[in-house]
């Protein structure tokens, strides 16, 4: 069934039980706070909503995702924190007899996740592993990935934490863990056999397990909400893995990327920012004349041209997004059509 955008009648943050939210970009920038963010989470819990963060970063310990958040007056304690070295080590957990060596290649925490799970870590292609596994931190050097490419090529099994390719940073966009991936590939020919983070729905599946514990029943899929901002790893684990999903305007994804998303990229709603969890989200509806509406704005197809009737608008986006969504599942040329600029 292809993606189209969803409506609630009561505020999201009162139709889900679970928010699977993502952190970079969404909550925070690096060390920088997202505008509104940790006040509408406050708000979103207040309403009955249980947070899970969910992050593709294997760099950072829980405990220290949880103090920075709770830096920005978020009620938060490490369990509620899904880094991909959580998920990661767990995943090779399962692949591997007990007891095998694995190298790892990360921080200290992707060693320590890995250790936890009985496992025995090493450093270089010499020890023999049976596994490597490659996360992203700041300071990894070119020796490091060069020991994981030998493994490789002498039959260690390849898993990797996550793919992105891209990291929002304080200053900017930086190469993420799917660029130092790249060159390992291009060094081996070998692909990853499993990635723990985004856009595989691994990360969600285990949060909520983890969320629930041991006693209890998961979330059901459909009270469960991922939230993010990048529509090739958040909202793609969420339709891979059969969650509805929330994409916020504030890290990667843009206006004219949602627009002309393919339908296994995109989100069940669109918000500016997480006071959108605060909101009830208005239907976007076909008009008679191929236009159509959401809320009070419009957009309208002619001559290949998308016009809308208020490019300030969020509303106006969705109605947008609905008709390029519907032109595009119809065979329509999607690359052709001349897109409005919204200034959001």
């Not at 009830?280 to 009737?309: E, F, I, M, N």
Request: net charge negative; proline share 5%; aromatic share 6%.
């Amino acid at each position: 069934m292809t993606g189209m955008l969803k409506s609630t009648d009561k505020p999201i943050a009162e139709a889900y039980r679970l928010a699977l939210l993502d952190l970079d970009g969404v909550v925070y920038r690096g060390k920088n706070p997202v505008e509104h963010a940790a006040e509408s989470i406050r708000r979103a819990e207040a309403a009955g909503m249980t947070i899970e963060y969910t992050t593709n970063n294997s760099s950072r310990f829980q405990r220290v995702v949880a103090e920075q958040l709770r830096g920005f007056d978020l009620a938060v304690e490490p369990h509620q924190v899904i880094t991909s070295s959580v998920v990661a080590a767990r995943m090779v957990r399962r692949h591997v007899p007990a007891g095998s060596k694995v190298l790892v290649l990360g921080a200290e925490h992707l060693r320590e996740e890995v250790a936890r799970q009985g496992l025995i870590v090493v450093d270089g292609a010499a020890d023999q592993p049976v596994a490597a596994i490659q996360g992203w931190y700041p300071d990894m050097r070119w020796q490091e990935m060069a020991e994981v490419a030998f493994a490789v090529e002498h039959g260690a099994t390849y898993f990797v934490t996550n793919r992105d390719l891209t990291i929002p940073r304080e200053l900017g966009i930086a190469p993420g863990c799917g660029s130092m991936i790249q060159a390992v590939i291009n060094a081996t020919g070998v692909e990853p056999v499993a990635s723990a983070g985004k856009p595989e729905s691994a990360m969600y599946d285990e949060a909520r397990l983890l969320a629930a514990g041991d006693d209890e029943e998961p979330v059901a899929k459909d009270a469960c909400l991922a939230i993010g901002d990048r529509l090739d790893t958040d909202i793609e684990a969420g339709n891979r893995g059969g969650y509805d999903s929330l994409a916020v305007l504030t890290g990667v994804t843009n206006p004219h990327e949602l627009m002309l998303a393919p339908a296994h990229l995109r989100p069940t709603y669109i918000v500016k920012d997480l006071r959108g969890l605060l909101e009830a989200q208005p239907a976007a509806t076909a008009g008679d004349d191929g236009s159509w509406a959401c809320g009070d704005a419009t957009a309208t197809l002619r001559d290949s041209v998308l016009t809308v009737s208020d490019a300030a608008s969020m509303n106006a986006l969705r109605a947008a997004c609905a008709l390029m969504w519907d032109y595009a599942d119809a065979g329509g040329d999607v690359s052709a059509v001349t897109l409005p600029d919204f200034a959001l």
